[in-house]
Structures are given as C-alpha cells and as structure tokens.
T-cell receptor, first 110, second 112 residues
Framework: TQLLEQSPQFLSIQEGENLTVYCNSS?????LQWYRQEPGEGPVLLVT?????EVKKLKRLTFQFGDARKDSSLHITAAQPGDTGLYLC??????????FGTGTRLKVLA | ETGVTQSPTHLIKTRGQQVTLRCSSQ?????VSWYQQALGQGPQFIFQ???????GRGNFPPRFSGLQFPNYSSELNVNALELDDSALYLC???????????FGPGTRLTVL
C-alpha cells in the first residue's frame, strides 16, 4: 500500500516556467525528505523538513511541509534543463522507516 | 569521505536462483537500509541494519534476508528468485539516529 501520493506523475515544461509538485498522505510523518533521481543512479537528498509549516529554500527550489505534517510541496522557479529528473518525497515513520512517494518525472525542455 | 558503493552494477539471474548484493556504507555511518525500486515506482523499504542487527523490516517475505558486518558494510540476499524481483536494489547509509540517508548507485537485478 502506497501511503504517499505524488502529483503530477509526469510533467513536461519549457525552460523558464515555474512548477509545483505535491506529496500527499493521510499519515503523519516525523520528517519528510525530497530527493532527485537520475537514470542509473540512486536518489540524491535535496532537503529534510521536520517542523509543521516549515519552509526551506534551496536556490530556485522551495520546499514546504504541511502544518499537520501529512503533506509537502516542492516549487521550482524558472526551471532549467538541469532540473530534469525523477523527484521523490519520502516520509519518515519512526526512526528508521522511510515511505517513498510514487515519484514525479520532470522534463524541462530547452 | 567515501560515498556509498554497491556491487555488482548489473546482474542477470533465472527464476529459482539465489543472489547476494553488496553495499559499503559511507565513512562514519553505522546504519544501512535496503530498498527495492521497481521500474516507474518509488523505492520500497526492505529492511534496515544498525550495528549488525536488523532494526526494522518492510513488507517483504523471509526469502529476503540481510547481514551487516563489523565494518558496517552490508549484504542483501534473495532466495528462490521470482520474476517480480526484477528491480533496482538500493542501499542507503546514515548515522544512527540521524535523518539524512545517502544512497548508492544501486544494483539492477533482472530475473528471467
């Protein structure tokens, strides 16, 4: 059973456009992480959010953790071709178990 | 600082065979988690090892087993391979109690 649903599943946009990816669950998580994965590689951690309502910025990427710690969003401003990849959210259940979302495959066209 | 490494990179097996995948954790990390990532899906948690003991397990049958060694490297063993076991197997290391896990490049297993 997949506890974390991501939307959209696929996104193809032009360079310079903005986009938002959503990660939703009915479960509460102690923390939530966002990763980017490229073909043939493991996921690379982008950010960890811990506190409900927390907002973190990483250059053109803005991450938000929902107030109830059940959902999160990733907003990319002025997308570039280098942002292309599979974006995954992962919620922490307790101290050891991470539940991954279904993934959003982003393609940014030059 | 050495990152997480996995071997082999690719592996082809036939149904019913057994396979062992290996992972070397990042320097200073004493915890290793294993994940299965089927094509087009997010990783699924298999189990985690902390200081050579299994520390938690996902919804995988007993034919998925593991080991962690004193140097914190780890193995994933899968017996009686099934076609659905074809996937990318990822290991991630982290420092016990920490939140940040660092992934290796994965082993692509194909079961024919």
């Amino acid at each position: 059973t997949q506890l974390l649903e991501q939307s959209p599943q696929f996104l193809s946009i032009q360079e310079g456009e903005n986009l938002t990816v959503y990660c939703n669950s009915s479960s509460v998580f102690s923390s939530l992480q966002w990763y980017r994965q490229e073909p043939g590689e493991g996921p690379v951690l982008l950010v960890t959010v811990v506190t409900g309502g927390e907002v973190k910025k990483l250059k053109r990427l803005t991450f938000q953790f929902g107030d109830a710690r059940k959902d999160s969003s990733l907003h990319i401003t002025a997308a570039q071709p280098g942002d292309t990849g599979l974006y995954l959210c992962a919620g922490a259940k307790g101290t050891y178990k991470y539940i991954f979302g279904t993934g959003t495959r982003l393609k940014v066209l030059a | 600082e050495t990152g997480v490494t996995q071997s082999p990179t690719h592996l082809i097996k036939t149904r019913g065979q057994q396979v062992t995948l290996r992972c070397s954790s990042q320097s200073g990390h004493n915890t290793v988690s294993w994940y299965q990532q089927a094509l087009g899906q997010g990783p699924q948690f298999i189990f985690q090892y902390y200081r050579e003991e299994e520390n938690g397990r996902g919804n995988f049958p007993p034919r998925f087993s593991g080991l962690q060694f004193p140097n914190y490297s780890s193995e994933l063993n899968v017996n009686a391979l099934e076609l659905d076991d074809s996937a990318l197997y990822l290991c991630a290391s982290l420092q016990g109690g920490g939140r940040e896990q660092f992934f290796g490049p994965g082993t692509r297993l194909t079961v024919l």
